[in-house]
């Protein structure tokens, strides 16, 4: 991939003059944000090092990690800062999965010390907001800095492990500072709303299950509308380093960015675009294509056949294609068993709606074999990932997909109109 770094270096020094924004700010530079150097979006971590770490310097610095955190000469920020000498980085936390990325779903890498920087090193997978002011407390710090990769689906953890980081701070009175990525997915919302009572670590809070807003973007919706209740205030100091020339519509494709895979099921920018959707056969008794090259693009069974992608291909469904696929998965479900199936091929990356996507694809899955079931759980696993048990219990009712579709749209919309105040990019 082309990285343009002569037009990156061209702009080193407008981008070390480039501010944080305060919540006051949002709104005007939201209208008059310009457009990245050539076509290539810059990260809110590439501004800051363009700067030499200028908003970071001569503070105890615990940062909010993977290998995502990286700048255009693809290396972790942990490493540049530490190098640099500029910044003084006490701590780093590790979310799912881990700091250098390790660990497989559900994993984190135990504390431990960085071997390549000598920085402590915490295991934050499933930290509590509590955990997160203990060891802060313990490590000395005063900022906190967020940096990973997000793919916009309300299950993918690293949004919660961000969300337990800030309302840990609140009560330490620390400055929280999120260096802003893409939105691989785009900026549109689509799908249902969480329910109370169906919180869990795959989805903390009420939003929606494709929320289509930047990391930045829900820091400052968690900040304003979540810790005042959860935490008992808001943050003393949020800022945001925003992406520079990031817009709304883009795909990750456009963004002219490399991709580091944020976990290791999710190797592609394709596999993003549909896993908002997909990763719902995760609660079926379909292998979800963990164990195969193409996770949650290969999905499939041993009882399942042509017909699927046949039905599939009928409805046409926008941006995407399903070709017939055979699969042996290395772990997870059906280890070693042939599954048939689909692969799903993007066609139209602007044009992929996941959630639709998958809830056609269960449906049809579930009208043409009797062997369609949940995961042995009695449908708990697909009630926490769609939010309710709403999704299930008109699947099992028979209701149509474009039913179970429109019963969401009216929570879409109200939370469409809830975030619009957060959100910091143009169409």
């Given at each position: 991939m082309n990285l343009r770094r002569r037009s990156f270096l061209t702009g080193a020094s407008a981008a070390?003059?480039?501010p944080l924004l305060s919540a006051a700010e949002a709104s005007a530079a939201a209208r008059t944000a310009p457009a990245g150097p050539g076509n290539r979006v810059r990260t809110g971590a590439e501004i800051q090092a363009a700067s030499g770490w200028a908003e970071l310097a001569g503070q105890k610095v615990g940062i909010v990690t993977n290998p995502t955190g990286i700048t255009g000469g693809l290396t972790s920020i942990v490493d540049q800062m530490h190098a640099s000498g500029e910044v003084n980085v006490v701590a780093v936390f590790g979310p799912e999965h881990g700091f250098r990325g390790t660990g497989q779903a559900g994993d984190g890498e135990g504390d431990h010390v960085d071997p390549r920087t000598g920085i402590m090193v915490y295991d934050a997978h499933g930290a509590t907001a509590a955990k997160f002011t203990d060891l802060y407390q313990r490590s000395g710090v005063e900022t906190v800095v967020f940096d990973i990769q997000d793919v916009g689906a309300r299950f993918y953890t690293y949004i919660w492990t961000m969300y337990e980081a800030m309302a840990g701070a609140v009560p330490a009175d620390l400055r929280f500072v999120v260096?802003?990525?893409?939105n691989p997915v785009g900026g549109d919302a689509r799908g249902p709303m969480l329910r109370p009572g169906y919180e869990s670590g795959v989805g903390k809070k009420q939003i929606i299950q494709q929320h289509?807003?930047?990391v930045g973007e829900l820091a400052r919706f968690f900040d304003a509308e979540l810790l005042p209740n959860?935490?008992?205030g808001r943050l003393s100091d949020l800022h945001v380093v925003r992406a520079d020339g990031w817009r709304r519509r883009m795909r990750f494709a456009d963004t002219g960015l490399p991709w580091t895979l944020p976990s290791p099921n999710m190797p592609t920018p394709d596999t993003a675009l549909v896993y908002s959707g997909t990763c719902l056969f995760e609660a079926t008794n379909l292998s979800e294509g963990r164990g195969s090259t193409r996770p949650f693009e290969l999905i499939g069974a041993p009882y399942l056949d042509y017909r699927w992608a046949e039905a599939l291909n009928e409805i046409g469904l926008p941006g995407v294609a399903f070709r017939e696929a055979y699969f042996v998965p290395t772990?997870?479900?059906h280890v070693g068993a042939v599954c048939a199936g689909v692969q799903l091929h993007i066609t139209e990356p602007?044009?992929?709606?996941a959630i639709t996507t998958a809830t056609h694809m269960i449906v049809e899955a579930r009208r043409l074999y009797d062997g369609f079931d949940w995961r042995g759980d009695g449908g708990r696993w697909i009630d926490l990932l769609t939010g309710s048990d709403r999704f299930r219990t008109m699947l099992e009712a028979d209701a149509s997909a474009e039913e179970i579709v429109a019963a969401?749209?009216?929570?879409?919309?109200?939370?469409d109109r809830r975030r619009r105040p957060y959100l910091l990019y143009r169409k």
């Open positions: 070390a003059a480039a260096l802003d990525r893409p289509g807003m930047t959860d935490a008992g772990f997870s479900k602007h044009e992929v709606e969401w749209g009216p929570e879409l919309d109200e939370f």
